[in-house]
């Protein structure tokens, strides 16, 4: 019974399968990307990923593992030579699957395989993004950053022009004029009526 076996047969026993799958493991290492079936690339991931993931570490034991997978001497020179100087930074995920259709006769989903670190088209494009968004400003709620310094020069702009404009500024408070007072012989003279309810009565 095969309970709890996932993996894909592709109509093929054990020897045919395993050795179709060395051969496209093969393929891919050496021209970095493959056209086939999506059943297929699918299967091919998850062969070629852990060989993958032991060509970054260069010791005998992940030599021997590797060699015994692939079972070619000149995809072994590329894997650990090339594809794992280009992969060392990478944690995981060394192959993309891009569709491209069904194909003419059986109907089949094709698609393309390749290694993620040797599309140099993609990867100038998520770099030229990655720069994009890092020169972008990001706005916040409060008034720091670029915006407060920016708000900044003005004040110390009209700062200084009004440190300019204080000596002027002290020599009109000197020439305002003082509160105007009414000479003694300009007041008006009290009508009758007000001397008699100033007058002393006795």
């Keep these: 019974m095969r309970h709890g076996k996932k993996n894909n047969h592709l109509s093929r026993t054990h020897s045919h399968r395993e050795a179709m799958l060395q051969n496209m493991a093969s393929s891919l290492i050496l021209h970095k990307r493959i056209e086939t ?34 079972n070619d001497k000149d995809t072994m020179k590329e894997l650990f030579g090339t594809v794992a100087d280009k992969i060392a930074s990478r944690p995981g995920g060394y192959t993309r699957i891009i569709k491209l259709g069904n194909r003419l006769g059986d109907n089949a989903e094709t698609c393309l395989i390749e290694l993620v670190d040797f599309n140099e088209l993609l990867l100038a494009a998520a770099s030229e993004k990655a720069a994009a968004t890092t020169t972008k400003t990001r706005r916040s709620r409060r008034g720091t950053g670029a ?21 002027s500024a002290e ?6 004029p003082v509160a105007e007072t009414t000479p003694a012989d300009e007041t008006p003279a009290a009508s009758p009526a007000e001397e008699d309810s100033t007058e002393p009565k006795a």
């Design 37 to 70: 079936t999506l059943a297929k690339a699918k299967e091919l991931r998850k062969f070629v990923e852990p060989i993958l993931t032991r060509a970054k570490e260069d010791t005998f034991l992940n030599r021997r593992e590797a060699f015994r997978a692939l």
């Design 171 to 176: 020599v009109v408070e000197d020439e305002a």
């Design 147 to 167: 915006r407060s310094t920016a708000e900044d020069a003005p004040v110390a702009e009209t700062a200084a022009v009004v440190t300019a404009e204080e000596p």
